[in-house]
């Protein structure tokens, strides 16, 4: 490593002259503590800057500098770096290391660090994750909407939501990261789910006599034709203990398929079980199976830590929408003393990620919450441990190559989740995520009291109307749905 | 003018300036406190940038620098008087003619905004807006040449409205009708109005939004018309100022001012919410921890809510006096002791304050949170925050609670308060035994989980007690509870009468009297805590009570003990 230092030295003297910062400085003898951690991360080549803070530094140089010899300067309060020389040095930087010298004036002196790597995969990343900025807030909401960004750059805009209307919208969803099609709720007196297909809107009530509520936890069908939804009667109760916050749990649910070409929710005796409590489906790549999560119902709040998901799966005829009849267990979580939430497949077929907690089915709240991989070609299943932390991590999804995973996690602060990106390779290894580059993160993640709830890959733009929708929503204007048992004879 | 017209303007304007400071500090001080309390001006270049980053910013930043000073009625009262004056003193400076009537006219648009000010969700920011768009009209007024004075207002609109908002129709219009030219009277007005037009597929705000202006009232449904009434009233002043009429110098001068006024006051009385103003009251001081300002106001005049008894009971207790004195007060039932889920978020500050007070603070978070979200306008607010902080460092977590002290440390009058904080962040041992931390690390609850339910608040302060027995807001809380449901006999056993060092609480001797009567003991072998008197007393009440005195007279004369509340309410 000092002699790693030693050939940055030079660079680093010559940058600190052009900056008329210090002539001195003293070697620090080990790597910055740098916020967001960034050191040794796996990155793909199109991402914005990992511009980022010293711990204690009032002002920051630093110099990233690729294979080729190829170098970024950055200089401030924060190492911003200029988005242009970037992405030029990650583009030729691609399947090699990046390594990144840093300085601090820290207490008044100038120190400096030894360098750290960060890796530029080869593997491509897709064009932005879209997610919603929630506040905390268990009853009252405000500000909450959902957002897209791009990840090339630092550029966030809003579809629905924010400034533009106070609904509260959740539950949004893209087919395989297609921005065409999208699936979100809007809660609240005029709630509506819409649908975005064909490039057309529109706003459905989707609750039906013979279903529990509206639909909840929306997973496209690759053929773009089916959405699975959960229909939950969802309740929120407050924990005790200091270390832990919020439970949302469900007194009933169901699992349910919608026929967007038919306008038709589907079920079956099998998926709508009393004393049973269907959650979160999802197809499987090929669109054949659902997977879901179930329970043995429990008196509730009372054995709210007695509620244990497993991971359930049934066949799916795409060609008709029936549900088959043989439900299996896929993971028995419950003889693990674990509960199994949020599974999503990866689009290649080949792995299923899902959140383990002690309990509960909503495991964003649980500090314990972690991701686990399982290999749906061997059966095999393990928590990603380079991934995890202490913290709740949440609310994973898939790039459409998936070679990359988004998801949640608290471990910031224990409160705000930030997103995370994390690279996997062919055989389920992980590299080491990175969070959601910022301008200044200190400054921005410090100043920000909103989550990143939900992030989900978008191949491209969305180009979502968020006015129209809104005058949508304040319009009565709703598809009622139909509905249909699933053919028995699957 | 007269030199006495003149001497009678200004004292009109200081006359003026005085009733607003009187009325923003002393009958309005908790509405004034309560802009500041709704906000978290931090002064710092990213707080800058994103707030002058959209139509109004730079108004809106101004306001918002401004609003800091609300923290004493005193102060925002004057700063509000100032502005308002100012307003007035511009359009007065826009118009031709200056005459009496004129001179009166021009407190119209003030009035009504003074209006505005008196709803519950206002901002300065429609002040600072109102009074920069009236000094443009009359910066661009002193050009003398007509050419370049138009094409300096044209130039001048889209900027405007970058800086100010949409009230830069204002201007287009004080500026047309001084121009006196049709064309450009029309070329002004269109641009102002293709301002906001033009911005809407850009901005994420609704049409209705960008034309009544971003920043000109917190709530963005449901906004007063007022602010464009004043608009319009400044613009139809400076109309009839510039009317080619002979100047009539009238006799009745000091009769145009009293008329303005006169009709001010019951404009801004019925734009004023006494109502409102007390529960603000409460919630303010809660948040405050000024206890004993509680009950002294609530001696002045008595809790009207829920909300505001259950901050009543908090600062009974905090003061030792909950067991004594608070059926002094009118209860009525748990929720004027512990506010259940159906109170208004708005009063979540000083719900979060009794739950911290309590020990409980996970439900104080989250009474937090609810009370920034009730926040119309998404803006921080530094109470908030400041209790948010606290609840962080009292549950062990650091980096949360230093995201909270950062903010607070870029603000003026939280700043000292956080920075001590911040500066013992290195050695958390010296944060948490800071003030009252270490005794709420103590007395949070931490035992066994499980999920709060409100109807089971007993249950809740009996395991805060069995934590720490040393936690007398619980166990206090405890007794009340039980003392609010009529569950004597919960009562009886949590209450430890020999417990106490000095006089058994009234209201707890009350309550044995009560159970003493239910299980037939005789007087004579009451324990030595009861006090005669109180036992003369019962007497007295059981003997009307059973004699069927009315409700209104047992009122009068037993309306504070607790045996009035067990058989009536």
């Known amino acids: 490593m000092k002699k790693r230092t030693f050939l940055y030295f030079p660079l680093l003297l010559a940058v600190l002259a052009c900056t008329g910062n210090p002539d001195s400085f003293e070697q620090a003898g080990r790597q910055p503590d740098i916020y967001p951690d960034y050191i040794g991360v796996t990155v793909p080549a199109t991402i914005a800057p990992l511009d980022f803070d010293i711990e204690g530094a009032a002002k920051v140089i630093a110099i990233a500098e690729g294979p080729d010899g190829q170098t970024v300067k950055a200089s401030g309060k924060s190492a911003n770096f200029p988005v242009k020389a970037w992405h030029s040095l990650l583009a030729a930087s691609k399947g090699g290391t990046v390594k990144v010298t840093a300085c601090g004036k820290i207490d008044g002196k100038w120190k400096m660090f030894e360098p750290f790597e960060i890796y530029v995969s080869e593997d491509a990343i897709d064009y932005g994750i879209a997610y919603r900025l929630i506040a905390p807030g268990y009853q009252s909401f405000s500000h909450i909407g959902i957002y897209e960004r791009d990840l090339s750059s630092f550029d966030e805009t809003c579809l629905i939501g924010g400034r533009n209307f106070d609904g509260c919208v959740n539950c949004h969803a893209f087919n395989r990261t297609r921005p065409e099609d999208i699936s979100l709720h809007v809660r609240g007196t005029k709630g509506a789910t819409f649908i975005r297909k064909n490039g057309e809107t529109v706003a459905y009530d989707m609750r039906t006599d013979s279903t529990l509520s509206g639909c909840v936890y929306p997973y496209w069908h690759p053929n773009g034709r089916f959405i699975a939804y959960s229909t939950n009667l969802s309740r929120q109760g407050f924990h005790q ?4 916050v919020l439970e949302v749990y469900d007194l009933k649910s169901d699992l349910q398929v919608y026929d967007t070409q038919e306008n038709v929710l589907i079920t079956s005796p ?25 329970c043995t119902e429990q008196e509730i709040p009372r054995n709210v830590t007695e509620v244990r998901y497993n991971l359930c799966r049934v066949d799916f005829n795409p060609e008709t929408g029936d549900i088959g009849h043989k439900i299996d267990t896929v993971i028995f979580a419950e003889a693990m003393g674990k509960s199994v939430s949020f599974p999503k497949p990866s689009y290649d077929g080949r792995w299923l990620m899902y959140q383990l907690a002690d309990y509960g089915c909503f495991g964003a709240w649980h500090h314990e919450s972690d991701l686990w991989l399982l290999d749906l070609q061997t059966g095999e299943t393990r928590p990603l441990d380079g991934v995890n932390s202490d913290d709740a991590e949440s609310a994973h999804s898939w790039s459409s190559n998936s070679r990359w995973f988004v998801f949640g996690s608290r471990r910031d602060d224990g409160l705000y989740t930030r997103a995370y990106i994390c690279h996997i390779d062919a055989d389920g290894v992980c590299a080491k995520p990175f969070m959601l580059p910022q301008k200044s993160p200190r400054d921005f993640y410090d100043n920000s009291v909103r989550s990143y709830n939900v992030p989900e890959f978008v191949s491209g733009k969305t180009d979502f109307d968020g006015n129209a929708a809104v005058r949508l929503y304040n319009s009565d204007e709703r598809t009622k749905v139909g509905f249909r048992w699933s053919d028995s004879s699957l | 003018m007269t030199r006495i017209q003149k001497i009678t303007d200004f004292g009109a304007s200081l006359l003026f300036l005085a009733a607003a400071v009187v009325y923003f500090s002393v009958w309005y001080g908790f509405h004034t406190i309560n802009l500041e309390q709704l906000q978290l001006f931090e002064g710092t270049w990213a707080y800058f940038a994103e707030t002058v980053a959209i139509p109004g910013g730079f108004a ?14 005193w102060s925002g009262a004057l700063i509000i008087a100032v502005l308002l004056v100012l307003i007035r003193i511009l359009v007065w400076k826009l118009c031709t003619r200056k005459d009496t009537l004129i001179g009166a006219m021009t407190f119209v648009p003030t009035i009504l905004l003074a209006m505005v000010m008196c709803y519950r969700f206002p901002t300065l920011s429609l002040l600072t807006a109102f009074a920069l768009t009236l000094t443009a009209a009359l910066a661009v007024n002193c050009i003398a040449d007509t050419k370049p004075r138009r094409i300096v207002a044209l130039a001048l609109i889209p900027v405007l409205y970058l800086l100010l908002g949409s009230l830069v129709i204002l201007f287009a219009a004080v500026t047309a009708v001084k121009e006196r030219n049709k064309v450009f009277a029309i070329t002004t007005l269109v641009l102002a109005v293709a301002c906001p037009l033009v911005a809407y597929p850009l901005l994420p705000y609704p049409l209705g939004r960008l034309l009544y202006g971003l920043h000109y009232y917190k709530v963005h449904i449901h906004m007063p018309v007022w602010p464009w009434v004043a608009a319009l009233a400044a613009v139809a002043v400076v109309a009839f100022a510039e009317a080619r009429i002979p100047s009539r110098q009238l006799r009745v001068w000091p009769a145009a001012y009293a008329a303005i006024f006169l009709l001010a006051v019951p404009a801004i009385l019925l734009c004023s919410s006494r109502i409102d103003e007390q529960s603000l009251k409460y919630n303010i001081l809660t948040g405050k921890r000024a206890w004993n300002r509680i009950v002294t106001e609530a001696t002045r005049r ?18 030792g006096h909950m067991g004594g004195h608070m059926f002094d007060y009118l209860q009525d039932g748990p929720e004027t002791l512990l506010p259940n889920e159906n109170t208004p978020y708005q009063e979540g500050l000083s719900t979060a ?5 309590l ?12 009370a920034l979200n009730a926040i119309p306008d998404y803006q921080k607010s530094a109470p908030v925050f400041k209790l948010l902080a606290e609840t962080s460092i009292v549950n062990e977590k650091y980096e949360l609670a230093r995201k909270y002290l950062t903010a607070l440390s870029h603000t003026l009058f939280y700043k000292k308060w956080a920075n001590e904080r911040l500066a013992k962040y290195e050695d958390l041992m010296e944060l948490m035994i800071m003030e009252e931390y270490a005794m709420k690390h103590l007395e949070r609850y931490k035992g066994e989980d499980y999920i709060f339910d409100y109807n089971a608040s007993d249950v809740s302060l009996r395991q805060l007690l069995a934590e720490y027995p040393g936690n007398i807001t619980a166990l206090n809380y405890l007794l009340a509870w039980s003392l609010l449901n009529k569950d004597i006999g919960a009562f009886m056993s949590d209450c430890p009468f020999e417990g106490f060092t000095e006089v058994v609480p009234k209201a707890y001797q009350e309550a044995f009297l009560i159970n003493w009567d239910l299980f037939g003991g005789s007087p004579e072998d009451l324990p030595q805590f ?10 007295a009440f059981t003997r009307d009570f059973e004699t069927n005195v009315p409700m209104n007279k047992m009122m009068e004369r037993y309306g504070d003990t607790y045996w009035f509340y067990y058989y009536f309410k």
């Not at chain 1, 203990?241 to 832990?244: T, V």
């Not at chain 2, 809106?60 to 009625?73: H, K, N, S, V, W």
């Open chain 2, 359 to 370: 020990g409980m603070v996970n439900n104080a978070r989250r009474n937090c949170f609810e």
């Open chain 2, 302 to 319: 008595a809790p009207r809510t829920y909300g505001e008894t259950a901050s009543l009971n908090l600062a009974l207790c905090k003061t």
């Open chain 2, 60 to 73: 809106d930043y101004l306001g918002r620098f401004l609003t800091q000073f609300c923290y004493y009625a």
């Open chain 1, 270 to 294: 099998e998926v709508k079980v009393d004393g049973v409590n269907e959650n979160m489906p999802v197809f499987s790549a090929d669109g054949r199976s659902i997977y879901f999560t179930s």
């Open chain 2, 530 to 539: 009861i006090n005669p008197r109180i036992v003369s007393r019962k007497e």
């Open chain 1, 241 to 244: 203990r200091p270390d832990k």
């Open chain 2, 353 to 357: 304050e009794i739950f911290y007070q």
